[in-house]
């Protein structure tokens, strides 16, 4: 373990093991995975690919699958799980486009979230609030994990789902005198490698094309912020990672792939402006450094443009804390990139939104109850 930022209100760690499955660090995995519940970003990947990943997913978590594919696929999707799924008792499929889903935000003044049709707009960050809204109806998580349907070599996630139990639960149990309220943690994991599929080698410590941009601004961020020369960052832009509930209720969210610098740099803003808030909360980052490869589609260079300019649009909306110096490296970048500037829609926390437990209306989304539905269906057709 490498600790970058260790002060009153922060707690920023690098982490390593020297083994994964060590038995006095592994804790009661039983209880984190009846806790925690998982959410996977889904757009149109095949079912094959999605399947390997749930394969790879606690039979005993909640699986919140958040799919973003058009209207007409997803009846085709949702009865081809119920059918592989038929003996998974807790798989959610979510249609981001759900007519509940923009009546619910509607209904709670997060209008900003709609597109003109009045559903829930594109995105990637969108998916997430949703699938982070659903498991805060369902009231018992106590852990969400975010993951990319996308994984063509989806056993890596035994070593994330493993190292996050341990990261959570050791820090869980270093709190058994500290009151739960008022602290959040973030897992985040660093790919050990990016290989392309058919790749004759795999490097190592190899960062992603978004990672290797911005990653730096927030090690600038950090050096200025709590007064630290030596904390790299090196997690801006994971795509894999894990919250407390406290956590995934009390930040906000922000549109398309903004989203995960803009939660890196919201987290941080609590710690900073801890001494400003009525309810201070204690934050803990951990970076985690995979072993596993990561082999996921890979995007183009515009891809990669449009990506890197919505993370780093996230920054304006702390600018005003920033050091000259930070400024000056975002205007560098913006001008050696011929980036378009691209400021992401924010969005309010759930707790801003009140939301309270109803599993009534998570449930909707359950496989099992839809089987039911489509059964009734067919008996009718007959």
Same mark, same amino acid.
């Given at each position: 373990?490498?600790?970058?930022?260790?002060?009153?209100?922060?707690?920023?760690?690098?982490?390593?093991?020297?083994?994964?499955?060590?038995?006095?660090?592994?804790?009661?995995?039983?209880?984190?995975?009846?806790?925690? *519940? !998982?959410?996977?970003?889904?757009?149109?990947?095949?079912?094959?690919?999605?399947?390997?990943?749930?394969?790879?997913?606690?039979?005993?978590?909640?699986?919140?699958?958040?799919?973003?594919?058009?209207?007409?696929?997803?009846?085709?999707?949702?009865?081809?799980?119920?059918?592989?799924?038929?003996?998974?008792?807790? @798989?959610?499929?979510?249609?981001?486009?759900?007519?509940?889903?923009?009546?619910?935000?509607?209904?709670?003044?997060?209008?900003?979230?709609?597109?003109?049709?009045?559903?829930?707009?594109?995105?990637?960050?969108?998916?997430?609030?949703?699938?982070?809204?659903?498991?805060?109806?369902?009231?018992?998580?106590?852990?969400?994990?975010?993951?990319? *349907?996308?994984?063509? @070599?989806?056993?890596?996630?035994?070593?994330?789902?493993?190292?996050?139990?341990?990261?959570?639960?050791?820090?869980?149990?270093?709190?058994?005198?500290?009151?739960?309220?008022?602290?959040?943690?973030? @897992?985040?994991?660093?790919?050990?490698?990016?290989?392309?599929?058919?790749?004759?080698?795999?490097?190592?410590?190899?960062?992603?094309?978004?990672?290797?941009?911005?990653?730096?601004?927030?090690?600038?961020?950090?050096?200025?912020?709590?007064?630290?020369?030596?904390?790299?960052?090196?997690?801006?832009? *994971?795509?894999?990672?894990?919250?407390?509930?406290?956590?995934?209720?009390?930040?906000?969210?922000?549109?398309?792939?903004?989203?995960?610098?803009?939660?890196?740099?919201?987290?941080?803003?609590?710690?900073?402006?801890?001494?400003?808030?009525?309810?201070?909360?204690?934050?803990?980052?951990?970076?985690?450094?995979?072993?596993?490869?990561?082999?996921?589609?890979?995007?183009?260079?515009?891809?990669?443009?449009?990506?890197?300019?919505?993370?780093?649009?996230? !920054?304006?909306?702390?600018?005003?804390?920033?050091?000259?110096?930070?400024?000056?490296?975002?205007?560098?970048?913006?001008?050696?990139?011929?980036?378009?500037?691209?400021?992401?829609?924010?969005?309010?926390?759930?707790?801003?939104?009140? @939301?309270?437990?109803?599993?009534?209306?998570?449930?909707?989304?359950?496989?099992?109850?839809?089987?039911?539905?489509?059964?009734?269906?067919?008996?009718?057709?007959?």
């Amino acid at each position: 373990m490498l600790v970058c930022v260790k002060d009153a209100n922060v707690n920023i760690d690098t982490m390593r093991f020297s083994h994964l499955l060590e038995a006095d660090g592994l804790y009661d995995l039983n209880q984190f995975f009846a806790r925690t *519940a !998982f959410v996977v970003a889904h757009k149109n990947e095949s079912l094959e690919t999605l399947l390997g990943v749930i394969w790879y997913l606690p039979v005993s978590s909640p699986i919140l699958i958040v799919t973003n594919c058009s209207e007409i696929e997803k009846e085709k999707l949702e009865r081809a799980l119920i059918e592989q799924l038929a003996h998974h008792p807790h @798989v959610f499929l979510i249609h981001q486009k759900d007519e509940a889903i923009a009546h619910f935000f509607a209904e709670r003044g997060a209008h900003a979230i709609l597109d003109v049709t009045g559903r829930v707009a594109n995105g990637k960050g969108e998916g997430m609030y949703i699938g982070a809204l659903i498991a805060s109806l369902l009231g018992y998580p106590k852990w969400i994990v975010f993951y990319d *349907a996308d994984n063509f @070599v989806p056993s890596a996630l035994l070593e994330y789902t493993l190292a996050m139990s341990r990261l959570f639960m050791q820090e869980q149990a270093a709190s058994v005198y500290e009151s739960e309220n008022g602290k959040m943690h973030n @897992v985040r994991i660093c790919w050990s490698s990016k290989p392309a599929l058919g790749a004759k080698s795999i490097p190592v410590g190899e960062m992603g094309r978004c990672t290797r941009v911005v990653s730096p601004l927030l090690t600038e961020l950090v050096a200025h912020w709590f007064n630290i020369q030596d904390c790299a960052i090196i997690s801006s832009n *994971a795509g894999e990672q894990g919250f407390t509930m406290e956590a995934a209720q009390t930040l906000r969210f922000s549109s398309g792939y903004s989203v995960e610098t803009f939660l890196f740099l919201d987290l941080l803003s609590h710690a900073f402006n801890a001494n400003k808030e009525s309810h201070p909360r204690r934050v803990i980052l951990q970076q985690y450094q995979a072993q596993s490869p990561h082999f996921h589609e890979k995007g183009d260079e515009e891809h990669i443009k449009r990506m890197i300019s919505d993370s780093l649009g996230s !920054f304006y909306y702390f600018s005003e804390q920033f050091s000259p110096g930070l400024k000056r490296q975002i205007r560098r970048t913006y001008k050696e990139m011929d980036l378009e500037v691209r400021l992401p829609t924010v969005y309010p926390s759930l707790r801003e939104l009140a @939301v309270e437990q109803d599993e009534v209306f998570a449930n909707q989304y359950r496989l099992s109850e839809r089987r039911l539905v489509f059964a009734g269906q067919e008996d009718l057709c007959g």
